[in-house]
C-alpha cells in the first residue's frame, strides 16, 4: 500500500531536479534582450503561436518581476489571451520559449497548476452550486490552500457563502472568480478581462482588490483592454496589437514618450510673439484659438511656459492641462504601426 | 525560481475526487432531471402498467411471455436511455459550454475528474431505478424475480455500459447543451422503439426483430427477458452490446474535446 506514495515521491524527486536545470537555462537566456526585469518569475521570448493559416502571436517576449502588476494590453483580437494561455500551459507555444516560475508550462504542468492561479475570460460555473462549496471543492485541488474564510472576507463574499452561483450579481461572481483564482495560495494570478461587463463602481471594487493581493506578494498579469485599469493598476504594461509586442514601459513612461506630449491651454492677460514660447525646448508646437493659446510639448511644460510669460511680464488666466494619457499613446503607436506594418517600435 | 519545493505532485487528491462527486450528487437533487426522467417516470409508469389488468394476457397467443413479465426489461431499457442520453451528457456539454472544464484544467486535477463524477452519479441513479423496478416487479405484481440472475447482472452491466457508452459520444460531440439535448433525443425514440415500448419483440416483423437485435437497447431486452425465464442470454446479443461498448467507447474517447 506504501508502494504509491513511494512511486509518486521518486518521480517527483526525478522531475524536480529536471527543473532545477531548467531554471539554469532559463537565467542564461534572460541575458538577452528580456532582461533588465531583477527577478523574473515569468520569461517569454519569441513567443509564436498559429492556429491554422491564422498567426495569434508572432514574436512575443517579454519578462514579468516578482511581486509585479504587469498588464498585457491590445485590441480584441490581439494575441493577448493567446499569450496568457501559453504562459498557463493551456496552448502549445509554435516556436519560443516560455518560463513561468523557471519551469516550461508544458513539461512541468503540474508546477504550473499548482503555482499560478487563473481567472478564464467569460467563464461561468455551475448556477445550483452554492458560493462556500465552490471555494471548498477548488481548495481541495491544491496541496496547501489558503484560508477560504479569510479569503471570503478579503473579496467581501461572506455573506454570500449561502448563496447560489446563480444568484449573485456580475460583480460578485466577478469577486468569485478571483477567489477561485486564489484560493490555491498562488505565486502568480493570471486574470483574464478582469472587469469586462462590470458597473464602474464595481470595477473600482476589484481595482482596489488587485491592489491588495499584491500587496500579498502574489505577482499579477492582467490581461484587459481598458486602458483607464492598466493606468492604475500596471507597474508595467506591454502593449500587444496584431500578435506583436509594440512597446513596452510602465503606463506613465508610455504615455509621456508615445502619447503625443500635453498640452495646455491659457488666456493670457494681453498678446505677445509666439517665438516668445516655441523658442522653449520643452514646446513643440502652439496654435490660437480665439483668444486663447494651446502649447503642445513635454516635459514640465506647465513650469516652462508659466515662467517664460512671467518673465514678459505676462499672466496666464483660465489654465488647463491635458496630458497625455496611455490611450493616446496606443492609438498613437496602433496607428503608426498600420502604416508601417514592420512596427520598428517591436522588440 | 524557488519552484514549488513543498509540492509533491501527482499526489492523488482523494478529497478532490469525493467533493466533485459529493457536489454532484448533490446538483443530481437540485436540479433532478435525471431523477425525474430517469427514476420517477419509469417507475410512475411501472405503477400504472402493473396496475392494469390487461397486462396479464399474453402477447401471443400460446407464447408464456404476458405484456407485464415484457414490462420490467422494456422499463429497465427506458431508464438507461433517459439516464445515460439525457442526464448524462447535457451537464457535460454545458460545462465544457461555460468554460468549467477548461478551467478545471488550470488546476491541479483533471477535467477527466469531473467526467468521472458525472459517470458515478448518473450510475448510482440507474442502480435506484433499476433495483427499484425489479423489486417493485415482484413484491407488488408477483412477477417472477428473473431466474438467471448472474445473466439478468451480466444484461444490465452490459447494457448500461454500452448506453453510457453513446451517451458520451453525445457529450463528445455536441457544441451546445441544447444540441446535446437534441441529439439525445434523436437517438432515444429509434432505441426506445426497438426495444419494444410500443410494440413488444413478440409482436414484431422478423425484419424489426433483426434490427432490433442489432441495436443495443433491443439486444439488452432481449437479454434480460432471457434471463428473467431461466436461460443465459444469449452470446449474440451479449456481443451486440459489448460491441456498442467498444465501438462507442472509442468513439467517445476519440472525439472528446475539452473546450
Redesign the interface.
Known sequence: MLAGPLVANLIWMATSARAEISVRTGTQRSERPVAGVAHPVIEVVSLHKAYGATVAVEDVSFAVAEGEIFGILGPNGAGKTTTVECLSGLRVPDRGTVRVLGVDPQRQRHVIREWVGVQLQEGSLRGKLRVGELVDLFASFYTHPADARELLDLLDLTSKRGDYYKSLSGGQKQRLSIALALIGNPKIAILDELTTGLDPQARRETWGLIETIRDRGVTIVLVTHFMDEAERLCDRVALIDAGGVIAMDSPLGLAEREGGGNHMRFHPSRPFDDALLTALPEVDRLDHQGDRIVVGGTGDLLNAVISALASANIEAKDVQLESATLEDAFVRLTSHRSENSNGDGRR | ?S???????????R??LR??TV?EL??AW??PVGLILGVAVPIMLLLIFGLSSSFQKRIVAGNPITWRTELAPVLIGLVLVLIALISLPI?IVS?RE???L??L?????SPSWLLAAQVAVNLLLALVAIVMIVVGDSVFFGVDAPQQVAGFILSVLLATMSLFALGLVVAAVARSARAAGAMGSVLLYPLLFFAGLWQPRQRMTPLMLHISDLTPLGAAVHAMLNSMQGSFPTLGSLAVMAGWTAIAGFAAVKLFRWE
Open positions: 525560481m519552484v514549488g519545493a513543498a509540492t509533491i505532485p501527482g499526489r492523488p487528491r478529497l478532490a467533493k466533485l457536489l448533490k446538483l437540485r436540479e451537464p460545462q461555460n468554460r468549467f477548461r478551467r484544467s488550470t488546476t491541479p486535477v
